[in-house]
């Protein structure tokens, strides 16, 4: 009889699997126990009933011959207890909170009298339960902590960076972690990395997020970002597993798991608003020394959550026992300043060819490099390799004169160069400030963006019967991401300014995640679980003719591309030039696709007063995104080495490029993809 049941079991859990073939874990606990007299002695076949308190959801199982009983497969949540037996009155412990992963036991002693007798204890003040010690080291955070804690975050995780063992990464010798308190799917936002595990660690370990099981992570950033955000007002609770924990949690080495609010018998509801402007914070000293004002910034996250018992239809859940729901909505409304940019862009006199360091507009700059140009006998320009006038690499260049106080002639200006060197600085058209009172630079200023995302949270409870139970949880994000620094561009401070255009990208992010739990019997339980996790980043340039190649009149890279070279250099005092972002075909984007599948399948048979657990679990992790590279064609001109002219403005503005200009050819999407497969028996 036990064989068949179990191949019964087995046989319902691969029908499941195969029926929805995405399927992944949500993280459950066990409650077990024993029932005896007030002398000790076991009772067998007492009925145990375990009952969620929120729901009123029941599960039923009998005690063994010793006594005991099991419960697997429990989600988060408050239950009671209620035992009962002939000859002996019911037994009712109330308040035992199950977190994810929990493995508790209830010692349940029944008195002599009648069944209709009753006799209730509170949890919270008995001592009858025990947290099983399974070497696992663990904590738990629930959402009374989250809503106590002081965290300017929406992102829960955040709270792993409070938890025993952990550590920050070093963030090149700054006071402060790594990341920010902003919302993003992308680990880069405009003002910093987001907020998330990236920078944390505990133990010395990585740490890897689930949610409700679901893997929450970057297939092409393992460990840094979360695409699904874990909201602090959306979850139940987190729970952390540093060490030891059981081998049906297959993530690791250390695995965070939030767990999805659910609805219950009753209806619950909040609105909320949390605001951060820039009006509260402390003032920057680089705004204090540069004289300027931070702007109006600010993080505004309304929301709101409404949950209970689907309203009754046709009779159906009249007794609001059967059908249950959660939403949660939440705006992440950013308007940022990554913070002030300063450098020494060229001036009026410069795009002219003077560089005449007493020139009206290149008073008191810091240096930029010094012109002095390799000048043959008759003070002519040296012969070296540069960009003619279409563009086109030459390696003579013939009439060029600079005269003793740095003023380039007519022939020596590439009108290659004079359009990049516009190209570049387009972005820069403000008004230029006194170098003499800003430090040298005559560029300085503080570039806002916004950075938004909305987040829905719907999860459905559905109690089929006392032996089946089945829940499927939405969780869906839309973000608008506009990053005037470029894809990467999460750098502020001295020789920065920003991309030439702005890097927009519409990212979406959908998660879905279910569970099917059933009761074959007392003694034997099975979960079939499933998570399909979907990512999309499609980056591109808000206005492309600005770094086009063929809208300024350049001929395209030797493969095809039509961006604009970046530019670089080793002067400490010149900013890095270019697109801000590897765009590669036409038109120009650059796109990021990821897919996470997975699916899980447990059996839990109690045997006596032991348990017995044994499931598989399969993931597919894809990848899908454009290559790096320097597809658009890299200058760089290491200052006063071999053809530089000593100023690279002028450099620039000749069009030399020496032996220093560089291009990737461009290579197909890059798609990775690996499988997993993993079996335990517990």
């Not at 993280?27 to 007492?46: C, E, F, K, M, N």
């Not at 909040?270 to 402390?282: D, I």
């Not at 591109?540 to 591309?561: F, H, N, Y």
């Not at 017995?612 to 006063?640: C, H, I, R, T, W």
């Amino acid at each position: 009889m036990f064989g068949r049941q179990v191949l019964r079991a087995l046989g319902f859990s691969v029908l499941i699997c195969l029926a929805i073939s995405q399927l992944k874990a949500q993280s459950t606990s066990t409650l077990s126990g024993i029932v005896h007299d007030q002398r000790g002695a076991v009772i067998p076949g007492a009925t145990v009933v375990v009952k969620n308190q929120a729901s009123g959801d029941e599960r039923k199982t009998i005690t063994g011959h010793g006594g005991d009983f099991s419960v697997p497969a429990l989600h988060s949540g408050t239950y009671e207890v209620i035992a009962t037996a002939k000859g002996f009155s019911t037994e009712q412990v109330t308040d035992i909170a199950l977190s994810a992963e929990d493995n508790k036991s209830v010692d349940i002693a029944l008195q002599v009298g009648t069944v209709s007798a009753s006799v209730t204890v509170s949890a919270r003040a008995d001592t009858s339960i025990i947290e099983e010690d399974s070497g696992a080291k663990s904590e738990t955070i629930t959402s009374d902590d989250l809503q106590n804690m002081t965290m300017s975050s929406r992102n829960a995780a955040e709270v792993v960076k409070l938890m025993s063992g952990a550590t920050l990464q070093a963030n090149g010798g700054l006071n402060r972690a790594a990341t920010t308190n902003l919302v993003g799917m992308n680990t880069f936002t405009p003002a910093g990395t987001a907020a998330g595990l990236g920078g944390t660690m505990i133990n010395g370990q990585g740490v890897d997020l689930t949610m409700d099981g679901s893997h929450d992570f970057d297939p092409g950033s393992p460990g840094a970002n979360t695409p699904i955000n874990p909201n602090m007002d959306m979850i139940s609770e987190l729970k952390v597993l540093s060490s030891s924990f059981s081998a049906e949690y297959e993530h690791g080495p250390v695995v965070v798991n939030a767990e999805t609010k659910g609805g219950g018998s009753s209806y619950h509801g909040q609105v909320h608003f949390y605001a951060q402007h820039s009006s509260l914070n402390a003032v920057d000293p680089t705004f204090k020394i540069q004289k300027m004002s931070p702007g109006d910034t600010h993080q505004y996250y309304p929301g709101a959550q409404l949950s209970g018992p689907v309203p009754a239809i046709f009779g159906f859940n009249k007794h609001k026992d059967k059908l249950f729901f959660f939403d949660g909505f939440e705006d992440y409304l950013q308007h940022l300043a990554p913070g002030l940019d300063e450098a020494v862009i060229p001036t009026a006199d410069m795009y002219n060819g003077n560089f005449d360091p007493n020139a009206a507009t290149n008073q008191n700059l810091r240096c930029v490099g010094n012109l002095n140009p390799y000048i043959d006998s008759n003070g002519n320009y040296q012969n070296v390799p540069h960009f003619n006038s279409n563009g086109v690499y030459a390696p003579n260049r013939s009439g060029c004169a600079i005269s003793s106080n740095y003023v380039l002639n007519s022939s020596c200006v590439s009108s290659a160069g004079m359009k990049l060197l516009q190209a570049y600085f387009a972005v820069t058209k403000v008004a230029l400030v006194d170098p003499l009172t800003h430090n040298g630079w005559n560029y300085v200023h503080n570039t806002t963006t916004d950075f938004n995302q909305w987040q829905n949270v719907a999860r459905v409870d559905w109690s089929v019967s006392d032996n089946t139970k089945v829940y499927v949880r939405i969780n869906t994000s839309r973000e608008s991401d506009n990053n005037p620094n470029g894809v990467w561009g999460s750098s502020v401070g001295s020789e920065i300014i920003p991309a030439p255009t702005v890097d927009v990208a519409n990212n979406t992010a959908d998660d879905i995640a279910g569970a099917l739990t059933k009761v074959f019997s007392p003694t034997l339980t099975t979960e079939s679980t499933f998570a399909w996790t979907k990512v999309s980043m499609p980056n591109k340039p808000q206005d492309p003719s600005l770094i086009s190649r063929s809208a300024i009149g350049l001929p395209e890279t030797v493969w095809g591309q039509d961006a604009i070279p970046s530019f670089g250099n080793w002067s400490s005092n010149f900013p890095g030039l270019g697109p801000g972002g590897n765009y590669v075909r036409n038109p120009l984007q650059m796109k990021a696709d990821k897919l996470t599948p997975s699916a899980r399948t447990n059996v839990t048979k109690v045997l006596g007063a032991h348990t017995l657990k044994a499931g598989g679990y399969f993931e597919l992790s894809e990848n899908k995104q454009d290559p790096y590279g320097n597809f658009n064609g890299f200058m760089s001109v290491p200052q006063g080495w071999g053809s530089d002219v000593g100023n690279s403005y002028a450099t620039m503005l000749m069009g030399i490029v020496g032996n220093d200009y560089s291009e990737s050819q461009d290579t197909p999407i890059i798609g990775n993809e690996a499988n997993q497969f993993r079996f335990f028996v517990n």
